[in-house]
């Protein structure tokens, strides 16, 4: 992949439901481009099919027609081949394997791969427990063990135990206190920072948006409606982003991190 393509390019994507005889389109057309090194976030109402986009970049769904291309591939190929080396993924509810340990849990996708000595699996699988703020005294823990908190760290150091260069988050502090939240988005700045990652983020906290994110991406209409930097996505006129931006959260928030409230519309 060349330095100066980027990460995802999607193009003209059609989603479409089908529930009998009904049809729903979801995304229509819709286009989004994500540069490397960017904190994207993916905000919008219920509906507009946010997850549903994160699924189709990781090559889980398939949309009815489009081009979605990650790193350069078609996202189909994800799909087929396994995205773990290419593409880690947070969901929501951190989705760890219940009858698994910590470190079980974390190591599993280097497992997957076979024929790598189980020393070494173990080495990486510590290095990334330890890098996600975690003590070597959680890897024996059992998932019913853990905080949220500790939840989402584990399942972030299972997304990055291949290195990806791209990361994916679904809901990344949903359900915490707002002590570890904010915890937990300074960890995501640094790991963000540490290891170059490229990130697309679905969330519907507004700290968590403006703490993280370089660009806003809206999903409205059945496409997005608008892409850039978070001040100029707020002082564009949707009642959406009227809505969701700018009523009392959206502008305190904004104060908080310095940036600009934009006028009621």
């Known amino acids: 992949m060349a330095e100066t393509e980027p990460v995802v390019a999607i193009r003209k994507l059609w989603t479409v ?3 009998g005889d009904k049809k729903t389109v979801v995304h229509k057309d819709l286009d989004l481009t994500v540069e490397r090194g960017e ?3 993916l ?3 219920s509906g507009t099919g946010k997850t549903v986009l994160l699924r189709q970049m990781l090559g889980l769904e398939t ?3 489009g081009e979605i291309l990650v790193l350069g591939k078609p996202a189909a190929e994800l799909g087929k081949r396994g995205a773990a080396s290419r593409v880690g993924m947070l969901f929501q509810q951190g989705a760890l394997f219940s009858a698994f340990t910590v470190l079980e849990n974390i190591a599993f996708p280097l497992r997957e791969l076979n024929g790598l000595p189980a020393e070494l699996i173990r080495e990486a699988a510590m290095v990334k427990l330890q ?3 975690l003590s070597p005294d959680a890897a024996g823990k059992m998932p019913s063990d853990l905080s949220g908190g500790m939840i989402k760290r584990v399942a972030l150091a299972r997304a990055l135990i291949m290195d990806p260069p791209l990361l994916l988050l679904d809901e990344p502090t949903a359900g915490l206190d707002p002590d570890s939240s904010d915890s937990f988005c300074a960890l ?3 790991l963000h920072r540490g290891m170059g990652l490229t990130v697309v983020m679905v969330t519907h906290d507004l700290d968590t948006i403006f703490e993280l994110s370089t660009r806003i991406a809206v999903l409205a209409s059945q496409k997005v409606i608008i892409n850039d930097v978070p001040r100029k996505v707020v002082a564009f006129e949707h009642p959406f982003i009227h809505d969701f931006f700018l009523g009392e959260r959206g502008q305190r928030a ?3 991190l310095n940036l600009p409230t934009a006028p009621s519309i």
């Open 39 to 41: 904190v994207l976030s």
């Open 17 to 19: 439901f089908q529930n």
């Open 63 to 65: 949309p009815a027609q």
């Open 131 to 133: 890098m996600v703020g």
């Open 188 to 190: 995501l700045r640094s």
């Open 254 to 256: 904004m104060a908080l």
């Open 43 to 45: 905000v919008g109402g």
